[in-house]
């Protein structure tokens, strides 16, 4: 059974940082490209950021300079450092392991910037 368990999210005020992790269980960590996505109330759920196999990144634009996706194959997890918060950066964040038709989700953590 696939397990994706996203930790770090929280409070914060504009301007400050967050590490978010998401843990993976009943996978095949290494294959997979591993993505943080976003939804906040209203809107529709995005891409904020992912990385391949091959540790190729990439970013929304709204987010470059600011976030830095990474993965630990060793541990299974992947991470998002996300610096210089803005209010618009409040949102549910998820997860997602993808490998070809497989596609699996975090239940998603919430990260609240305060202006």
């Known amino acids: 059974q696939v397990h994706l368990v996203e930790s770090g999210g929280g409070l914060v005020q504009a301007g400050g940082s967050l590490r978010l992790s998401c843990a993976a269980s009943g996978i095949i960590f290494t294959i997979h490209t591993m993505g943080w996505y976003r939804q906040a109330p209203g809107n529709q759920r995005e891409l904020v950021a992912a990385?391949?196999?091959?540790?190729?990144?990439n970013y929304a634009d709204s987010v470059k300079g600011r976030f830095t996706i990474s993965r630990d194959n060793a541990k299974k997890t992947a991470y998002l450092q996300m610096n210089s918060l803005k209010p618009e950066d409040t949102a549910v964040y998820y997860c997602?392991?993808?490998?070809?038709?497989?596609?699996?989700w975090g239940q998603g953590t919430q990260v609240t910037v305060s202006s």
């Open positions: 990385i391949t196999d091959t540790s190729i990144t």
């Open positions: 997602n392991a993808n490998f070809r038709r497989a596609n699996f």
